[in-house]
């Protein structure tokens, strides 16, 4: 059985999705951009200490304050009050800077794929471990 996308037709929408970095830029919310996460204001309510925290490789973020969260779209469309296609057609105007969400050629690095190490599959009932049988298993 094949499946297959329901919403084929918004294929280019993650292609075209704006960084957290330039959101973030576009908002004037002060974070670290030499970090890959952190904690800052968030610019949704009044904030005297950091309880936004983001991840930009992600490109997530999240209020522990508030207890809103998600992407740099979701980010736009809290911000600015509108759905996502009022947040799409303002990146887009704002020319945002975009980051292919694909992933490409990149290597995972700590997964199996990565070459870091193989991963043997399991057959069958032999044992786990390296030989060592606890006591109340023993009896």
Not at 58 to 86: Q, R, V
Not at 100 to 121: K, L
Request: a neutral charge; charged letters at 30%; glycine letters at 12%.
């Amino acid at each position: 059985m094949k499946f297959r996308r329901v919403d084929s037709d918004h294929e280019d929408q993650d292609h075209e999705k704006p960084t957290l970095e330039a959101v973030f830029e576009h908002y004037d919310i002060d974070f670290n951009s030499h970090r890959v996460t952190g904690m800052t204001a968030c610019p949704l309510h009044e904030d005297n200490t950091p309880s936004m925290s983001f991840n930009t490789d992600k490109g997530l973020w999240k209020c522990h304050s508030c207890g809103k969260g998600g992407d740099s779209f979701s980010l736009i469309m809290e911000k600015e009050g509108t759905d996502f296609a009022g947040a799409r057609t303002l990146a887009a105007s704002l020319a945002l800077t975009t980051r292919d969400a694909g992933g490409g050629d990149e290597r995972v690095s700590g997964s199996s794929y990565a070459g870091r190490r193989a991963v043997s599959p399991r057959q069958g009932n032999r044992p786990r471990g390296g030989g060592y049988t606890p006591a109340w298993r023993r009896r």
